[in-house]
């Protein structure tokens, strides 16, 4: 049976297989030994040779960024080792080392101990991304390790200043090359310790990897690895990678990007700020416009409540000037009956309260009559 099958551009292929190989972390920041071949120095300063031993050869690339940097010309025959990462070339379907660094032999022996330092140390843990914290970016106290009057210092103070100035600064000064580097970069950061920091950036502005050794001493590594607070390594650019790299919580390229990472900006901070300002007042807003309604609610519910009670007053007092209107005399009159008066005016109700020869007076509806008794008779009963 013919299955259907996805068809393929040739650069689909190549470019699946550099993402493929740039996501293997086995092929980045490898030492590769070799013998130099085909040298050549390209007009923008690029190098390109390819690398081979007695069973292999594999194409080669060092970009003048890093070139520039080297301490010495290379040339075909030399025996080097080189810091690099496997890559694709998809224009022609090739995979090449990109180095960053290279050394001849005769130094190689420091990047193989470097190598198997870093071995160690990955075994032990403490490369491990569990270990890793977050960066409280809302600090109150930073700490800085690096060398006095220099550039790294300068951009740190800067920008932490500009982004978040009310953090509080302390700096431990120490040299970050040389022979005496490792120990006083050891003594700056047990100083360190003992102040209530949020967040201690150590670092310097980059350089060869001879300059940035000191940040690959075992006991300052071990050291930052087990650090109170939050640690940023600022050690180099993007390619000098250090073991303080490798331990530390964050890694920046630069020391001004340690200082975004420690801090919030500012500016964000003001954002924020107005954001919730707008919500509040739109909060606020759609509240009184709920307690309107309700006043608007809550008073025609009294309106309805008022005109009821007074439509029943109304009644009320209707029903009650028809009781007393039918208790009036004067109603009683209108319907046909008479009311008898003594001469000093009394209702004679009684035939007891008048005497023969006793002038009474009948009030009708339409008038009076006056008349003398004759003659009075109780009813037997």
Not at 87 to 100: C, E, N, S
Request: aromatic fraction near 6%; glycine fraction near 6%; proline fraction near 3%.
């Amino acid at each position: 049976m013919d299955v259907e099958r996805t068809i393929y551009s040739v650069n689909d292929i190549n470019q699946y297989v550099k993402a493929v190989l740039s996501q293997d972390a086995r092929l980045k920041y490898i030492l590769v030994k070799g013998e130099v071949s085909n040298f050549k120095s390209g007009a923008a300063g690029h190098l390109y040779f390819s690398l081979k031993d007695d069973k292999s050869l594999i194409g080669a690339v060092m970009f003048s960024s890093n070139a520039t940097r080297l301490s010495f010309e290379p040339k075909n025959g030399d025996e080097v080792i080189v810091l690099a990462s496997l890559d694709v070339y998809a224009v022609r379907g090739t995979y090449q080392l990109l180095i960053y660094e290279m050394q001849q032999v005769g130094t190689g022996a420091i990047l193989i101990e470097l190598e198997k330092l870093k071995k160690k140390l990955q075994a032990e843990g403490l490369f491990d991304a569990s270990r890793k914290r977050p960066i409280n970016i809302y600090p109150n106290a930073i700490g800085v390790i690096t060398a006095p009057n220099s550039a790294a210092i300068k951009d740190i103070l800067t920008n932490i200043k500009r982004r978040y100035p009310i953090a509080d600064i302390y700096v431990f000064y120490s040299s970050v090359q040389g022979e005496g580097a490792p120990k006083e970069l050891l003594r700056a950061f047990e100083e360190s310790q003992k102040y209530p920091l949020d967040t201690l950036i150590i670092g310097r502005g980059g350089g060869s990897s001879e300059d940035l050794s000191a940040f690959n001493d075992e006991k300052l590594v071990r050291a930052v690895a087990d650090s109170k607070m939050v640690v940023i390594s600022a050690v180099g650019h993007e390619i000098d990678m250090t073991l303080i790299d490798y331990v530390a919580d964050k890694r920046a390229s630069t020391p001004t990007g340690a200082a975004e990472l420690a801090t919030v900006d500012r500016r964000e901070i003001e954002q924020h700020f107005e954001y919730c300002l707008e919500d509040m007042k739109s909060a606020i807003v759609e509240k009184l416009h709920d307690m309107s309604d309700n006043i608007t609610e809550i008073s025609e519910q009294l309106k309805d409540a008022l005109s009821d009670k007074v439509n029943y007053l109304e009644q009320e007092i209707k029903w009650r000037k028809e009781s007393l209107a039918a208790l009036n005399p004067t109603s009683i009159l209108q319907r046909g009956y008479s009311i008898t008066l003594s001469a000093d005016g009394q209702v004679v109700d009684d035939v007891k309260k008048v005497k023969p020869e006793q002038t009474i007076t009948t009030v009708l509806k339409n008038g009076k009559i006056i008349s003398t008794v004759k003659q009075s008779e109780e009813e037997s009963k």
